[in-house]
């Protein structure tokens, strides 16, 4: 018979690419790791993973298997809700991962909007950006993941997660005062092609916002510096390093005095903000307060 726990060492590997970081992210040692997937193959038969210089990747008797774990890690979540749901539920410790700006516009909200609605349940909140948090939700490193739409994310069908939509912002330009177009409205991305750039580090999912927004308009920024606290962007800006683009909500608390904000003429770019949970946790009589919570404190377009 096949053991879930391996399963969900077999879904780890394949979202992780290596032995060696899937065994991180669920605080085993690698040897553990390629144990368990040793005895999966036993159980099951087949060689379900290869290995090479470059990493692991699934075999296709692997992939046949990965979707049928997905179902069942899904279905075993389901369970757990109901028994808890029996079991009334009603206190206990929900985590939490989010972005900065993501804690603080609708995870802060939502924690105060829990005490008087579930005095019960106690968040635990860890600061992760968007891109790293789906893997802790998916690595059972956190319960509920607050996250950004970047280019590979989960789409709203991958059978391992539930999603729920949050909120969206617009990104604005940051001009040092003295820049030319820092007097008019509105800012067309394509007369920013020739400037310096402020960026966000790879990986990050404000990164491939800028990128693909000065794409669409024409050209590939000249990313001269990068960080991924909007405040020293900000500070980069006003000291005439480069321009930048920075979703609206990440503006308040910055020092604007001696920057330029304009809106992006035309379509603006745009962060899209979704709460994400493993399938099946949403029902949980703890974790599905913390979602209600959340949309509540996101506003009626949740």
């Not at 399963?7 to 060696?20: E, F, K």
């Not at 144990?35 to 290995?51: D, I, K, M």
């Not at 890690?73 to 079991?87: H, I, M, V």
């Not at 994310?153 to 177009?181: M, N, Q, W």
């Amino acid at each position: 018979m096949i053991e879930a726990r391996r399963l969900h060492i077999l879904r780890a590997v394949a979202d992780h690419r290596t032995v060696t970081a899937a065994a991180a992210a669920l605080y085993l040692t690698p040897s553990a790791v390629s144990q368990q997937l040793a005895a999966l193959e036993q159980e099951t038969g087949h060689r379900l993973v290869e290995r090479n210089a470059r990493g692991a990747r699934l075999t296709p008797a692997g992939e046949i298997l990965l979707s049928h774990a997905n179902a069942v890690l899904a279905q075993l979540e389901r369970a757990e809700s109901e028994l808890a749901a029996y079991g009334s539920g009603e206190a206990g410790t929900v985590t939490v991962a989010a972005f900065a700006t993501g804690i603080g516009l609708v995870v802060a909200p939502a924690i105060t909007g829990l005490a008087r609605t579930a005095p019960g349940i106690r968040v635990r909140v860890r600061d992760a950006e968007g891109d790293e948090s789906l893997l802790m939700v998916l690595d059972r490193q956190v319960d509920v993941a607050v996250a950004v739409e970047y280019r590979g994310a989960p789409g709203e069908d991958d059978a391992r997660l539930t999603r729920v939509p949050l909120y969206a912002e617009p990104f604005d330009a940051v001009l040092p005062l003295g820049h030319p177009l820092a007097a008019g409205d509105q800012v067309a991305l394509a007369a920013l092609a020739k400037d310096a750039w402020i960026g966000q580090s790879a990986g990050n999912p404000c990164h491939d916002v800028t990128v693909l927004a000065c794409e669409y308009a024409g050209f590939a920024p000249r990313l001269e510096h990068s960080s991924d606290d909007f405040r020293a962007v900000v500070a980069l800006a006003a000291a005439g390093a480069g321009v930048a683009l920075v979703p609206r909500s990440a503006l308040r608390g910055a020092a604007l005095d001696e920057v330029a904000i304009r809106p992006v003429d035309g379509v603006a770019p745009t962060r899209r903000v979704f709460a994400a949970v493993r399938r099946g946790a949403e029902h949980h009589p703890l974790i599905s307060p913390v979602l209600a919570a959340l949309r509540d404190a996101a506003g009626p377009g949740a």
